[in-house]
């Protein structure tokens, strides 16, 4: 079946840092592919998507490429900020039919200290 | 910003009671999702509809959950008789379509004592 998975549970770093969280994910279908973002007490909601392997999706400084080719994901920020404290889904919808189900990964913790 | 509704935001219930949130999806969209977030974050997905068919469930919705989304009415989750296991943040989330993205509300935390 489908899956997404996030290997990093929490990540800590300094304001100005580089942000790195891997993604990847398995499918035999064509995904869509999502990073949302939930703040404390608050809803997840959208940070970016594509569904075209190799475009690259960007919102609020974030950048993710969809790589067909190693069926990743992963999200990247030149320079995080201490309000970029939040947890970060990748996720993913698989367009054929059947199965409606999205799939989330178990998200990663981000922790910006200022 | 997502205008997904969900009441009520707090739930306490003893075990063995019943437990019953609400969600207003945002306007024009159809497609509905319920979902539970442990405390370790992790989503499970338990039912999603389109307008008032249900589209997929898990197992555990069919036994002690129950939800619907009748016409021109809020979409409701309930759980029968509540365990301490089911404690957790219930989200509400609607989309366009199954495919696109889907916008959330701020959940509504259940705690069985």
């Known amino acids: 079946g489908d899956s997404v998975i996030q290997m990093q549970g929490q990540v800590t770093l300094s304001e100005n840092d580089f942000l790195f969280i891997n993604c990847t994910y398995s499918?035999?279908?064509?995904?869509?592919l999502f990073w949302y973002v939930q703040y404390s007490g608050e809803g997840p909601q959208l940070l970016l998507q594509v569904t075209t392997a190799n475009n690259k999706g960007s919102s609020r400084g974030f950048e993710a490429t969809y790589d067909k080719g190693t069926t990743s994901f992963h999200l990247q920020k030149t320079s995080v900020q201490e309000i970029d404290s939040a947890v970060y889904y990748c996720a993913m919808r698989d367009r054929a039919g059947g199965n409606y189900k999205p799939t989330f990964g178990k998200g990663t913790s981000l922790v910006v200290h200022p | 910003n997502s205008k997904v509704i969900q009441t009520p935001r707090y739930l306490v219930k003893g075990q063995g009671q019943k437990a019953k949130m609400r969600c207003i999806p945002e306007?024009?969209?159809?497609?509905v999702f319920w979902y539970q977030q442990n405390k370790n974050n992790e989503f499970k997905f338990l039912i999603n509809f389109q307008n008032q068919e249900v589209l997929q469930q898990i197992d555990m919705t069919e036994k002690r959950f129950s939800a619907e989304c009748p016409s021109n009415s809020p979409c409701s989750l309930e759980i029968q008789s509540s365990e301490a296991g089911d404690s957790a943040l219930y989200l509400c989330?609607?989309?366009?379509?199954?495919?696109?993205?889907?916008?959330f509300g701020p959940g509504t935390r259940l705690t069985v004592l």
């Open positions: 989330a609607s989309s366009l379509l199954t495919h696109y993205e889907q916008y």
């Open positions: 306007k024009g969209h159809p497609v």
């Open positions: 499918t035999t279908g064509y995904p869509t």
